[in-house]
Every structure is written in C-alpha cells, then in structure tokens.
C-alpha cells in the first residue's frame, strides 16, 4: 500500500525500492533478574528493534478464519515447583493497536524498544539457573522475517543471562551438516544489491515541479520585474546583483523551512508520517484537496493565502531594507504566487509523506522546488541580457495551468484509491480508476486542441500553439495506452504504471485461483527433478507471509506464469514459519557457523536454516531456480510483483537450464 511517491510533472516517483538481499537480524535481546523482595524476583526482558521494524505483541489480533496476521510473541519457562513459579503472566508495554498496510488489520506492535516483565517466586535459590525461551518474529513495510527462537540461561546470583548453548553431539553435526547443499555458481550469479532511490533524485524531481511553477502566470510575470528592481534600485551593479542572489537564497531557504515542521512530527514518532499513505481519513482529506486545486487551475476559483498576509510582508520588506528587507521580499514572493505553487507543493507534500522517505524526503524535494524558483531571480540579475529572450507573458501560462489541473484531478484518485483499498469498499475497481484516468487524458487533449474551454482562457485562436500539438499529442497517446487497461486480457497489465492503479487483483472481473501446489520438502522435490531432468524452483515463504500470498495470487495466476511453473519446474515450497513440530528422531542442535547453537525442533526452524545457511538470506518471498546438481540457473529474487519482469526471470532460468544440459 505504501507503494507511490513523486509522478515526474508532480515530484511523484513510483514503487519502494527492494532492500538489497542479505541476511536480517533487527532485535537485539538483554535479558536479566532483579531482586524484588524476598523470594520474589522479576525477569526483565528488554527488546531493542531496529528502526522501521516490528516486534508483535504476545496476544493475537482479532480476525477471520481466512486472514492472515502476524507471529505473536512468546515467552517459555523452564518453572518447575522444585526450583520456581511463575506469578501471573509475562507483561509488556502497553501501546495503543496501530493500522498495519502489511496485515490490513489493526495490530499491536513495539517499535524502538520494548521491555516485557514476568514475576516469580523462587522455591530453591541454590545453584539456580533459568532458561527462558523467546520465541517471535517480526516485519517491516514490505516483508516479514521467518520466527527466530532465542533461549537465555540465567544465573540468578549473577542477575544476567547469556544465550543458552546445548551441547553438541555427534548425531547433531550429521544432522546440521545435511542442512547444507553445495549450491554452485554463487559467483557467476553475485547477488545484485538495489541501490535505493537516492535524495539527490528526489531533490532533481522538485527541481523540475519548481520549473513547472515557474511557467505559471503568478510566478513567471515576477522575474524580470524583480531582477529590473534589483539592478536598477541599487547604488552599483554589484550591489544589485548581490541583492538578487540574495533574493535567490532566500526563497531557497524558505521552502526547505517549511518542511521543519514534520521533522519534529517524525521525531516524536516515526509511524505518523508512514501511517499516511493507509490511513484512510487523510488519503480522503488529500482527495478532496487535490480536487479543490484542480479546479482552481481550471480558472473556476483561486485558492490564495489571506491578502492581509502579503501586505503584511510587503510593507516590512519597504519599511526596514537591508538584507531582512529582501527576505521579506523573498517571503511576499512565496506568499503572492500560492495559489500557482500550493497545488504542485501539495503533490510534493502528499508524494513524499506517503513514501518510504519521509520528512527527508520532504525536505530534499522542497530545496530542489525552491532552488529552481530561487534560480532565475540570480541567474538574470548577473546576466541581464538574458532578460531579452525570456518569451513574453500571455495566454500560454493559463493553458500550463490548466495542464497541471487535469494532472491534480488524476492524481486526487490514487489518494481515493489508498482509502478504497483499506476499507475495501469497492468504489475504485481497478478497471473504474482507469477509466477515470482515460477521462482525464482525453479531457486535457481536448482542451489543447480547443474543443474545451475554461474561464480564464483568452480568445480562441486559428492557429494552435507547437506545445498545445506536443502534448495534446503525448495525452492522446496516454489515453490509448491506457485503454487495454480497461479489459480482462494480458494486456491489462499497465506495466509503465505499475503501482499507480489498484493492483491486478482489485478488479471488477473475476480472476479466478489456478491453485498451482508443490513439495514441501526440499529433498522430496530434489527426487522429483532427478527422475523428470526439470530445474527446481525453490520458494521461501510463510504462512504469516502476506507478500507471499500476493505473489501466488496476483502473479503465479497469470496464464503464461503459471504454465511455465507448472510445466517446466518442480515447484518446492518451503514454509519458514510453520510450527509444526518435527519427529523426536529429526529434532537436533545446529552449530551456527557464527557460533552458539540453535534448536532445530519444528519444520519452520529448519527450512528457516535452511534458508539462512545456503542462501545468506532470511526474507520472505525469496525464490532460487537451480537444477538437481545444485547448478544457480540465475540471480535469486525477492518479492517481483510486476508479472512481466517474473516471466522473464523464469525464461532465463530455463535457457541457462537448457545451455547447462546441452553443455553435458
């Protein structure tokens, strides 16, 4: 849900990067006792989670038979009545159930840190040793990690615990020895790490909606004005366009200003700022908004800050001069032109909040917007024969408004969408947002090639401008791209848009469920692929796994996808948090080869190993395509909800399959 941030016109960018492919361990435990008074002793356990990360309460949330919730919290004692009982049950902070985009339900999580307490009464102090076993799991935006099982041994004279190794015996070697396949080709195949999209990007995608805000009529009119003021009012040249680059500054500065205030928002709590882009009174807020400006821009009203508030500027910038004069110059600018730039802040406002970015995000696009209005105002003050090519001001600023109000009242219904998608309410289908979509392209080519008209729009003129011909054209474009959108085909999938409409399965056709199954164990598939010659493809995943359950739906449903998985590989599923317990006999004490041991007891436990040891990774959905030899066919991924971009992968794993056997 938390999947789109700056469209290029409108500093919206599409899509959260992927974290790079490696090996995740987000929760630090420090577990202690403390005498309280008398036998009676209290457990500390205190968690410390990595930022972004979740730590899920030890009670269940509410939900249906068919939903899918997050792996809760547990704590397990060795209490017995010879050495000690437990008094009461493990408590934990209490904080207020948050929306989860992941879970699409209300759940309680810990953040940061979180301290859980158990009290117990000690029966026989001497020599005693507790073991407490932790058992949990935990998720960020865009995956969850298979549940880990940590067990402290605590000395009650010590007051501290250590991690509790079991002795490792010959049959336990043996047995972590088998978890290991000698995979080959790791090399060839290096995993790729994703570079994410950087602040310098986005400080590029605010500098081109600064450039758009410039070609508006408030703000266009006021460059050469301004710069003839500095250069002419001053005492020497240099004075004037010292002043000028001033004046630069200073708007540059005030808009990075502006976003200050939800870096203390995202200080006080990290959640408020990401929480936007699910929650559905805000998303609903930011429709109406987004529709308000768009009617603005059409001409029908003006959105402008109080008059009162300009003039206010306006008479300190005359009345005290200097360098704070200018400021207040600067200030007045910022204030007069609103009602062109406050539409095109609220996309940046509303793109960025609801990225993964945040408040930094925010403040990088609000210095690249600022510095290209502040840009000119320097630019023509040390070169003001520049003055003279600058075209004059005319009809055509009202026409690049008017393009920007279809761009606002297409972007007002993605905000909608986020709302619909939460609520499930079923007003935006998929195929219904696009429509309105088709609409609004087909609406601005109308409008550039004059067959519609709005209220500030000046006489209607025989011959149509080359920009009206260049992006009435690129809108007619758009509109028949968009229109396969609109059926039941595998033409549907707007791949350029990818993140933008409801996803493929939020449509008004039904899309049916192939139910493509497989092995559930590893070697049980490896038989499989021996006696067929297919390539395996390996799928982690979880029951827990809400990606996952995306992936097989939205993705492994599609026609040509689920041939080539169903046809030409052996499908192994290996659940990394299923808690079924494994057979006393296959139970046994993994040597980590970092050191420490880990208990191998259900079969989540050992196709979470499995996973971590082969693989160097530990996120869900990840998939591997190699060949009964243990061949790599290609570079494993993660969660790839773009189908096209999966089919490809697939293809290449059996080309690279076919070579290999060829080669043989």
């Known amino acids: 849900m938390k999947k789109f941030a700056f469209l290029i016109v409108l500093l919206v ?27 009676l002793y209290n457990i500390r356990m205190e968690a410390t989670i990595e930022e972004k990360w979740h730590l899920y309460s030890q009670k269940e949330p509410e939900m249906g038979p068919d939903d899918i919730g997050p792996i809760p919290t547990e704590f397990t004692y060795d209490a017995s009545p010879e050495t000690y009982t437990l008094l009461g049950e493990t408590t934990e902070p209490q904080v207020p159930p948050y929306y989860d985009p992941i879970f699409e339900m209300d759940i309680v999580f810990f953040e940061k840190s979180a301290v859980f307490f158990q009290q117990i009464k000690v029966v026989n102090p001497k020599d005693l040793k507790i073991n407490v076993d932790i058992y949990y799991s935990v998720c960020d935006d865009k995956q969850c990690l ?9 000395d009650i004279k010590k007051g501290k615990a250590q991690i509790a190794n079991s002795e490792i015996t010959a049959d336990d070697l043996e047995k972590s020895a088998a978890l290991t396949i000698p995979i080959k080709g790791k090399e060839k195949y290096e995993t790729e790490k994703t570079e994410e999209k ?12 600064g450039l758009i805000a410039l070609l508006t009529p408030c703000v266009f009119p006021m460059i050469p004005l301004t710069v003839s003021f500095f250069t002419k009012s001053a005492k020497s040249k240099k004075l004037g366009m010292r002043n000028a680059v001033l004046y630069g500054l200073f708007i540059f500065g005030i808009y990075v200003l502006l976003s200050l205030p939800f870096h203390l928002l995202d200080s006080l709590d990290p959640e408020i700022l990401n929480n936007i882009s699910t929650n559905v009174t805000l998303n609903v807020i930011f429709f109406i908004i987004f529709i308000a400006f768009a009617f603005s821009f059409f001409g029908y009203y003006e959105i402008t800050l109080p008059q009162s508030w300009s003039a206010k500027m306006d008479d300190k910038a005359n009345s005290i001069g200097g360098i704070i004069g200018i400021f207040f110059m600067a200030l007045t600018l910022a204030i007069v032109s609103f009602s062109c730039t ?18 930094m995000q925010l403040t990088m696009g609000m210095g690249g917007f600022g510095l290209a209005l502040a840009l000119p105002f320097a630019l023509f003050a040390l070169f003001p024969n520049w003055l003279n090519t600058l075209p004059k001001s005319g009809g055509w600023l009202n026409t690049v408004k008017v ?75 758009f509109f028949l791209y968009l229109i396969p959108g609109l059926s039941n085909t595998k033409y549907a999938n707007l791949k350029v848009l990818s993140g933008f409409p409801p996803p493929m399965f939020y449509s008004l056709y039904d899309k049916g469920d192939m139910g493509i199954t497989g092995h559930k164990s590893f070697y049980d598939g490896l038989e499989e692929a021996k006696a067929t010659g297919k390539p395996i493809m390996i799928d982690f995943t979880g029951w827990a796994c809400v990606n996952c359950r995306k992936m097989e739906e939205q993705v492994w449903t599609r026609e040509d996808i689920f041939k080539v998985i169903n046809e030409d590989y052996v499908l192994v599923s290996l659940y990394v948090d299923d808690r079924k317990e494994l057979e006393e ?35 869900q959905p990840y998939y591997i395509l190699l060949d009964a030899d243990y061949n790599l066919l290609n570079k494993p991924i993660g969660y790839t909800p773009d189908g096209d971009e999966y089919l490809f992968w697939l293809n290449e794993g059996l080309d690279n399959f076919t070579g290999e056997s060829i080669n043989k």
């Open 403 to 477: 393009v920007l109000g279809f761009i606002e009242l297409g972007l007002a219904f993605k905000f909608l969408s986020n709302a619909d998608l939460v609520q499930h309410w079923g007003l935006l289908k998929r195929e219904v947002f696009i429509a309105i979509w088709i609409l609004c392209s087909l609406g601005l080519a109308l409008y550039l090639f004059g067959f519609i008209r709005f209220p500030h729009d000046g006489p209607k003129m025989k011959k149509k401008p080359l920009g009206n011909i260049i992006v009435g054209v690129a809108a007619i474009a």
């Open 13 to 39: 960018s599409c899509i959260a990067p992927a974290k790079a492919q490696e090996f995740l361990d987000p929760v630090k435990w420090n577990v202690s006792i403390e005498k309280e008074s008398g036998d």
């Open 585 to 619: 006999d296959d139970r046994f004490n993994f040597l980590k080869p970092t050191g420490g041991t880990k208990r191998i007891k259900t079969v989540g436990d050992k196709w979470a190993t499995f996973q971590t040891v082969n693989f160097e990774n530990n996120s």
């Open 342 to 359: 406050g539409p095109i802040l609220g996309s940046l406002l509303g793109g960025s909040l609801s990225s993964d970015g945040g408040a």
């Open 198 to 209: 950087s602040f310098l990007t986005i400080f590029f995608l605010g500098f081109i909606g």
């Open 146 to 154: 298979p549940p880990e099982s940590k067990i402290f041994e605590l």
